[in-house]
């Protein structure tokens, strides 16, 4: 298990991503439980990457998401399936980016802050049980590099 966290913060986007995915792997190492995991997925991608909110929410009997392990303020708790990104992202199984959430269509605004959004679905054997959900406060700041390498620590999941 890693014990410090080692953060480039005058890096580029892909260098930073490549740097905390090794520490990711190595946090991961031996742990099954997905609670733990995805709560230290969170903690390196807040602070590795600098997000102003990242988390996860998880499949609950098939008609929502539920909270799950984040970092940042306080979200929305329950989102129905095809609902907001978040929904959206489950009930068509892909990642969805969003530039401007004001222009998203059923976007719901857990904060104001929030400019922009990448949702991926977490997938275990064919089947999305939660996704990731990360927000920025600039506009436009989610591209194909945060799909690529958000979608490499989402395949490091046990």
């Not at 930073?16 to 997925?41: C, D, F, M, T, V």
């Amino acid at each position: 298990m890693a014990e410090n966290l080692t953060i480039l913060h005058n890096a580029t986007k892909e260098e930073k991503y490549k740097s905390l995915i090794p520490q990711i792997r190595g946090l991961l190492l031996g742990e099954e439980n997905l609670i733990a995991n995805l709560a230290n997925i969170a903690a390196v991608l807040k602070e590795g990457m600098d997000f102003f909110w990242v988390g996860f929410y998880l499949v609950v009997a098939e008609v929502e998401l539920i909270l799950g392990p984040f970092q940042g303020l306080p979200a929305c708790t329950r989102i129905k399936k095809g609902k907001g990104v978040c929904g959206t992202a489950w009930q068509k199984e892909e990642t969805i980016i969003v530039p401007n959430v004001d222009e998203f269509p059923g976007h719901i605004s857990c904060s104001g802050a929030s400019k922009s959004e990448i949702v991926l679905p977490i997938k275990k054997d064919d089947k999305v049980i939660g996704v990731l959900d990360v927000d920025s406060d600039k506009l436009n700041d989610f591209d194909k590099f945060d799909q690529k390498y958000l979608g490499q620590i989402l395949d490091l999941l046990p």
